[in-house]
């Protein structure tokens, strides 16, 4: 449970919120279901037609991530790694045959089959960075779409705003209905800039992040299981690895 | 087809012209020839003025992908390789002559015919990527035109829209006229931002995600055929070319 | 000749002043010189302030180039280096001194001399690759000028805007003055971002892409020299130096 | 302590404060919790929504450091390498040992340690790089924190003002209303663009200044810990550093 | 002396001046002291805050390099390392002390040491590359203070409009005082506008060219450095130079 995040949705919306109360605005003032369909509307169709099916369901998925990210332990990879080497130390490569079968992460169980198999160091890297470029590049993709969806929602929150300025201007010479029109028209404004500013933005933002953090993780799975390879003793490759966790 | 390219734009269109609808506007007030001969007129000629025929050409004719992409099998790639690594196996590298000859995407084909000529893997890999790369350039580049028409679009909408308003700064003390004069003058700043938005940007985005999968396969298909010139064994080629599958 | 680019300021200015006509626009309405003074003027100082003389003579004298670009013969480069190759083939590298004597294109011309002087490749490579990033960087230095100018002139537009508003200001209380001295300040906006976006921006593209296209005829030329050194022979040069032709 | 920076932050806030008093302001004119309500609360949502928790609270942390830097001293660093040069020329490297022991910079210590153990200088390298390279790349995470929040705020500020013109537009056939509700509007954006522009931004920069220098230190160190491995002498080693403290 | 920067300053002052008179201002419309007092407060609280006082001292002081650059001879430049290695032919690179003493220039006359001392090629690259590297970093950082000074300059003329117009609204219901409120207003627009865009944003540029025609000069005379450590001979190493001459 990331609670910072739901913390900061919460945040903005009652700056949003709490601030139209404390200016003396009504909430009733914010509501305007044309701007809402306009905003929503055309920042999903931009991001439809932009985004590959894959990588737009992708980027859905991993919204809960923002949320809630599955946990990522870089204490426990060390010493993961580290019995790893213990175990390579006492048995041999092919000891890691049964702990390879056990293991649940898919990548780190990779690692270890390559070991088992005997492949060159150089080699076991290319595979490993390979499949970490990869599957950084690929979250990075998704959390892209909620970044072009923070670009698309303020131009189209002023495409709606222009088209009731549009609707407004009709009735320029009636003062009495030209403020209470003009309103309605800003509230497109509002809503594009504050998905964007208060939702989209930091999503990607996050999603970033987390996708920098899980290459990290993954980089140092590579030269844990680099390090087994190349047969360094379990102490040497524990201290090597700490940079990882320290400096996170 | 791309279903969702078809429905991003068309959800994108409703947006506006639903919204519109809902906020009480007539459909005609979204209708100004005079706005779309600037607008369109404009980013035309920008783009003519900036980009080189070729270039130009080239991104007329890949607006097809965005909506009708051709096929691009990752999957059946690999087994194709699987497949040239077998006969390479039991005939050796002349035995591809055939398989190359009847091979017929023109990638993939000079990837065999280097094969048979026995060219060393480096050069192998030079010649690839050079191709690789020159293609990869040459679809972003065609990408960067919808890219900057983008670019252009808003701002030319601003052009038109100023335009509007000089006119109509003509009649500031009648009031009447003011109102639908200012209205046809905001079209123009819908089209830009629209046609920018809507359509030009996402279609540029979308270019570029195909030209990146386009290099990915071809990645894939070197690092294919440079396996098979290193004499790997063919079910080690399968396991090494699948991460370029899974994590696409 | 670069019909296109010709097409596109004429299309870019009929836009405009064709779409003022559509509005209803008069001509005159757009001509107002001192904000032709005030954007001119301003675009240039900033230009001169911040570039080199040097560049800045190389900035306009390019400027044909958009027009009437010098050709560039990829597929008559190959021919060449293929010539060469063969002269080589048969009275060695030595046999090219003539070649090198009759040859006009000074960058060709160095490389046939460093064949001639026996010239170990790496070192052919380092020197024409020198040659060609400072060639690249210069031409791009050039181009980057109208880019800033076409960074500069819509915020000198905005100047030339404001100022006319402060202008017009003094006589607010005066509404029949007000509207045609707010048009007048408009045009400063319409000149900037005009000449940017139709003008300045399109032709810094241009001779980018202009540039770019030099350096891989010289990237070319340099991998013909290179395997001519490294006495490859003709045929394959040829299959090897077509990539460059097929996928520019 | 950073004076230059606290008479930044004095001289930006009398700026603005002194330069209203001139203009006939009122301060109370400035004052309006509304707008700070929204302005800090949308900016601190936003920031919160994107930053992890651990970087989060490093940015708050080095924050102190905008103003009262610890000490970074680069001359002394030399003077320290060199020592430890001397003491590795008379005694070996073993005799670092006890230098080691008594040294409190945790990264030079680490260093030293390597040093000690006899380890290779590529890998010396490898393993400092890495931390060096880490550290970086977080303060750089925490730099970009104020940097995303200078971002936001001038949208909040937007939304700030937006939200007040609607509540004022409610007003409009009053205009005794309609200028203090809309000065009143105008102050949120005046608190997300100086947020944004004396604060928030200024301090992302000096941040990022400061993690580079502190890059460049430890480079130096790095430098001056594998000529020791690699047993240069002490003085051809100060002058390889020298360059580090005399071009920064 | 750099004529063309005096004039560029001039000729945008002129245009700004020029073209207010020509509309028909008067230049006391353009003079406003609490507008100037927050935007040169602003903009330099916020250079302040944002940069380390070395690099804010260096920026002043290069500033002088933008009207009265210091000479920097490419051609003498070479002659000078053809005369070195002349003499190092002759007299071998022990030769060189004397014409190490009295060379003037730094740079040089470290490069001269390093030869003299005799080092290897690759480490005299190593430490003069080093040194290059930091300077042209320290160079383009001084630079970078006139940048973000043209990035805060026009947000702060904002500031300073909105706090005039917040002035200007508590008198909405007379309109002969509101033209000129809103006129004075707009001056910190321009301030902030034009102090960016022709003089702080332009002087960036300059600064930066400058900082990498230095790199380059310094890139030359490390070149013939190394050529003159390898014993090539002075004409082959004339001929490799003039490829930094020619193509500057």
Redesign the interface.
Known sequence: M?A??I??????????V???Y????SLS??VN???A??????T?????????????RLALARLSW?FAPPPLDFQGGVAKIVRWALAARKEGLLGLETVADSERDAFARKGLQLLVDGSEPDSIRA?ME??TD??EQ?DV?AARVYE?MGG?A???G???A????????????D??K???G???A??A??YG??A????L??????LR??AR?ESQYREMMIEGVIAIAEGENPRAIEL?LT??VE??
């Open positions: 990331d910072l995040s913390a900061g949705v919460v945040i903005g919306f009652i700056a949003i709490g601030g139209n404390l200016e003396g605005g003032a914010l279901l044309p701007a369909f306009i905003v929503a509307g055309g999903f169709g931009a991001a439809a037609l932009q985004t590959p099916l894959p990588r737009l923002v595979v390979l499949e990869l599957r690929r993709d072009s698309y303020p131009t189209i002023i495409i709606g222009v088209l009731g300025l549009i609707h407004v201007m009709g009735n320029l010479a003062p009495a030209l403020g209470p003009i309103a309605v800003f509230v404004t509002i800039v504050a964007a500013n208060l939702f933005l930091p999503v990607a933002s996050k992040a987390r953090l090597k940079g990882f400096h996170r």
